[in-house]
């Protein structure tokens, strides 16, 4: 498999209670881009909200789990 980038429209939760992802730098909620290799694990996943700034994913997160789950809702 190969590099992706894959934006999630809509909010990304996690956790018995939703939790949302927010960005940081600008609290945006509501559309991120993730981004990996699927075939590479040595490859980090990243997530960036709709305005670009880095979003740590996290700990409650499986970060491949993540990119895997998005990729196959995008096909």
Same mark, same amino acid.
């Given at each position: 498999?190969? &590099? !992706? /980038?894959?934006?999630? $429209?809509?909010? %990304?939760? &996690? +956790?018995?209670? &939703? !939790?949302?992802?927010?960005? *940081?730098?600008?609290?945006?909620? $509501?559309? $991120?881009?993730? =981004?990996g290799d699927l +075939?590479?694990? =040595? !490859?980090?996943?990243? @997530?960036?909200? !709709?305005?670009? $700034?880095?979003? *740590? %994913?996290? =700990?409650?997160?499986?970060?491949? /789990?993540? @990119?895997?789950?998005?990729?196959?809702?995008? /096909?």
């Amino acid at each position: 498999m190969a &590099y !992706v /980038e894959i934006t999630v $429209h809509g909010p %990304i939760t &996690y +956790g018995a209670d &939703y !939790v949302v992802v927010q960005c *940081p730098a600008c609290a945006a909620t $509501h559309s $991120h881009r993730v =981004s990996g290799d699927l +075939g590479d694990d =040595s !490859v980090p996943v990243s @997530l960036a909200c !709709v305005n670009g $700034h880095a979003v *740590p %994913i996290p =700990s409650d997160l499986d970060a491949r /789990e993540v @990119l895997f789950i998005v990729a196959m809702r995008a /096909e």
